[in-house]
RNA sequence: GCCGACGUAGCUCAGCAGGUAGAGCAGCUGAUUCGUAAUCAGCAGGCCAGCGGUUCGAAUCCGCUCGUCGGCUCCA
């Protein structure tokens, strides 16, 4: 007699040993066909294993979270399979589940997508088949015989220390797996292989080149659909095709990897510093400024000529070697030791927006997300061990004001000292005590990413979430207990004797060029007002009203408002178009009745039209929204 | 850097059994003077990324270079 379990707490008797499917059938018919695997006391396995001995079960359903996984792994199983029918010389490698989807890598003649439709033909024929999905336990021997030509399987077996190992066999397929997987390939329902791109065996360059092809799984084709309407959408908001159209920077094939800012893009750009500017004073930051290229010996000083060099710009002038700053430290490093500090000085928060080069691989080059040189909104802050609580959470509280401004919610982790690092065990304790009580009194969840911290100290680093829901690691607070000591800084304690400072590097929008291309991405291009590169376009009626709107446009641009008249001979219909496609908030058409009153009418992007708005109403009402830096445009509601 | 795809007018793209380049939009000119998402007509615009090769002939085929894009972190 066997009990089970069961997640409400009833218990179901068995006389015979049952599989996860006896339970599920006990229960009901439906469930048993919803049903892709089990939860065994606390552990995933196949449905179809016998349950030895009372144990507490879970059902996992095509609605529990775990489900997606198990089938998208089974899906990959299925990928291997047409892959094999298709080119039985292939030889498989690892095939695991990734966040969309899964892969496999595959030692085979490279393919292309065209190959795609081949084998997804096959996959719907598996798949439609329905095989049963079978686990086997064998013997490590077994294995390795079964596999004596798979040099890959062989390598993975004899890494395994199990002294038995499972195989997966549907139809006349096998695969050593460890499983979970759905009971038959019929769960593979809604399917699509996604991109194939080269992998390294064992990610070493050194290895076999691998055909790594992407798929993605849903339960049913209604999920798969969304998903792909989700990366269309993206695929819309790309900011490399926005940041063209509205005309607000360009790449040229004279300077890979380096974004050339358009007047238009500008306008956005000096809008963040300025706001940036604006925060920092208030929170009680200095801004400096330190060269682009500075001499070989300070960067042996701060280690990056030992360390970073691969990724540096380096020029020799009247033979000494030079160096294009890839960080803004070591020159901050230099301003602090020019002259003694004492601990009332202290804290010192100095800003910089710092030009820095990276040499970074042509190959990973993506737009403005990943570029060659980008400005860092830098800060270091000096201080003294019993301010690093204080001054973390001030960082952590500007933070959150600057990307609330934008409408970007965010998430923290705290990553913690690395097997190689610098400093003794007590610094150590000190900092990471210091980021884990800021985080604590901050308030927030955050994430523990233990030896995750650069090797010169622990650092808090803030993922934000954009409007598609996409995350990307923007800001970061560092503690560096590396460069006090190699530029040797010190500030005079209350005891009159020297003493180092802590230090910390953090940055909130991260690389501004990455930040204004997730903002692109996150608006849309329909930028609150504030940021907006045109906001308010003037559209007169005929031509003879041209001059006029010329008035009007200046009234306006005196009053701070970057505007734009469109003053060609076209059609209304065609002018108002125009200003929608180009995103501009505010769309001023100005006719007779305009003219004669002294008013405007507004169209707002979402095709909503107000007349009758007296001029100095429009302009106080445009000024203190862009004023607040408001997100939403609710002007002229009443 | 490596693998794959790609590079044609300012933009989006067609042309690719090798026969000497085309559309729409944008621009310019003219007509139209318009009340909220494309008025009409005409004109102009390209060393087909660059270099080399095959060929009587190359945007088209081959090689190299440059650049762009997707991957190269996810460990049975």
């Known amino acids: 007699m066997i009990s089970i379990t069961l997640p409400d707490g009833s218990i179901k008797q068995f006389d015979q040993k049952p599989s996860g499917m006896d339970v599920a059938l006990s229960i009901s018919q439906g469930l048993a066909r919803d049903c892709v695997a089990m939860e065994l006391d606390g552990r995933l396995v196949d449905l179809g294993q016998i349950i030895e001995k009372n144990a507490a079960v879970r059902l996992i359903t095509t609605k529990s979270p775990e489900a997606l996984e198990i089938m ?35 030692d085979m003649q490279p393919v292309s997508e065209e190959a795609f439709s081949k084998i997804e033909a096959q996959m719907k024929k598996i798949v439609k088949a329905k095989v049963p999905i079978k686990r086997r336990r064998v013997s490590k021997n077994e294995a390795m015989e079964f596999y004596r030509d798979e040099p890959y399987k062989l390598e993975m077996i004899s890494a395994l220390e199990d002294a038995s190992i499972s195989f997966y066999e549907q139809g006349n397929f096998t695969d050593l797996c460890r499983g979970p997987h759905v009971p038959h390939t019929g769960f593979v329902k809604a399917f699509k292989l996604m991109k194939v791109s080269g992998a390294y065996w064992r990610a070493d360059q050194s290895n076999a080149q691998l055909q790594r092809i992407y798929g993605t799984a849903f339960f049913d084709k209604k999920q798969l659909k969304s998903y792909l309407h989700f990366l269309e959408e ?10 063209k159209a509205l005309d607000l920077y360009s790449f040229h094939d004279e300077a890979p990897g380096m974004a050339f800012f358009h007047p238009k893009g500008m306008a956005i750009w000096n809008e963040l510093l300025d706001y940036w500017r604006k925060e920092h004073r208030d929170a009680g930051y200095v801004e400096t400024k330190t060269p682009i290229m500075m001499q070989r010996f300070l960067w042996e000083r701060s280690g990056h000529w030992e360390n970073y060099r691969e990724n540096m710009y380096i020029s020799s002038i009247d033979e000494h070697d030079y160096a294009i700053k890839p960080m803004n430290c070591p020159g901050g490093m230099l301003l602090y030791g020019r002259k003694h500090h004492s601990y009332r000085d202290l804290p010192i928060r100095a800003g910089e927006v710092g030009l820095v080069h990276r040499h970074e691989l042509s190959g990973v080059l993506n737009g403005l997300f990943r570029v060659r040189a980008f400005h860092q909104d830098d800060a270091h802050i000096f201080m003294t061990p019993d301010q690093i609580q204080d001054e973390i959470l001030g960082v952590l509280k500007l ?12 998430s923290l982790e705290l990553s913690t000292r690395p ?8 610094q150590w304790e000190i900092a990471t005590q210091g980021l884990e009580s800021a985080l604590k009194q901050y308030g927030k969840d955050y994430k523990l990413n233990e030896g995750d911290g650069a090797f010169y100290g622990p650092k808090i680093d803030a993922h934000i979430k954009d409007a598609l829901g996409r995350t990307w690691q ?9 460069l006090p000591e190699r530029f040797d800084l010190s500030y005079i304690g209350q005891n009159n004797e020297k003493h180092r400072p802590i230090m910390i590097h953090r940055v909130i929008y991260g690389s501004i060029e990455r930040f204004f291309g997730i903002l692109v991405e996150h608006f849309a291009g329909k930028f ?21 709107a010329q008035n009007l446009a200046q009234d306006l641009q005196r009053a701070g408002l970057r505007t734009e008249t469109d003053h060609r001979s076209e059609s209304l219909n065609k002018k108002v178009r125009e200003a929608q496609l180009n995103k501009i908030p505010l769309i001023l058409t100005y006719g007779n009745k305009e003219k004669e009153s002294g008013t ?31 997100l939403e445009m609710d002007l002229f509601s009443r």
């Open 72 to 106: 998208r792994h089974s899906a990959a199983h299925v990928m291997a399979q047409a892959i094999m029918d298709i080119y039985p010389d292939a030889k498989l490698t690892i095939g695991p589940v990734i966040e969309n989807g899964f892969y496999y890598d595959v």
């Open 234 to 243: 993206a695929r819309k908001r790309n900011h490399r095709k926005i940041g």
């Open 399 to 410: 933070v959150e004001r600057i990307y609330g401004t934008f409408g970007l919610g965010f």
């Open 419 to 426: 097997e190689k690092s610098i400093g003794t065990d007590e």
């Open 474 to 482: 923007c800001g970061t607070v560092q503690l560096d207990m590396a």
């Open 528 to 548: 609150p007002l504030w940021l907006a590169p045109v906001q308010v376009g003037i559209l007169p009626i005929n031509d003879e009203l041209a001059p006029l």
């Open 600 to 630: 405007v009418s507004v169209r707002t992007l979402d095709g909503n039209v107000k007349h009758g708005i007296p001029v100095p109403d429009f302009i106080k009402e445009v000024q203190a929204n862009i004023k607040e830096r408001k």
